[in-house]
Nanobody, 116 residues
Framework: QVQLVESGGGLVQPGGSLTLSCVVSQSIFSRHAFMAWYRQAAGKERELVASFTSGGSRTYADSVKGRFTISRDTLTNTLYLLMNSLKPEDTAVYYC?????????WGQGTQVTVSS
């Protein structure tokens, strides 16, 4: 069955860096799939942070442009979010997401807390 397993969250100081990982079932890890990272801060709605479109292009929310990078490794079926220059407002639960062949899949979420 399809699974998305996230890891890499934690506590980091402002200005620090963190990398999130999401291991995705091989059956849906396609370059034609939509793959993304979302986040949801306390009291706020879930928002799209970064994505690979079905055409292979990268997108970023304005709030993270220049600081975050989405990447993927086809050998390990892993989606990554590289986060630099972290700010307190980046604090949220981060979720990986894959949309493929008409279905939507979510990771379990991983907490990122940016605080001194």
């Amino acid at each position: 069955q399809v699974q998305l397993v996230e890891s890499g969250g934690g506590l980091v100081q402002p200005g620090g860096s963190l990398t999130l990982s999401c291991v995705v079932s091989q059956s849906i890890f396609s370059r034609h799939a939509f793959m993304a990272w979302y986040r949801q801060a306390a009291g706020k709605e879930r928002e799209l942070v970064a994505s690979f479109t079905s055409g292979g292009s990268r997108t970023y929310a304005d709030s993270v442009k220049g600081r975050f990078t989405i990447s993927r490794d086809t050998l390990t079926n892993t989606l990554y979010l590289l986060m630099n220059s972290l700010k307190p407002e980046d604090t949220a639960v981060y979720y990986c997401n894959v949309q493929y062949s008409g279905s939507i899949y979510w990771g379990q979420g991983t907490q990122v807390t940016v605080s001194s």
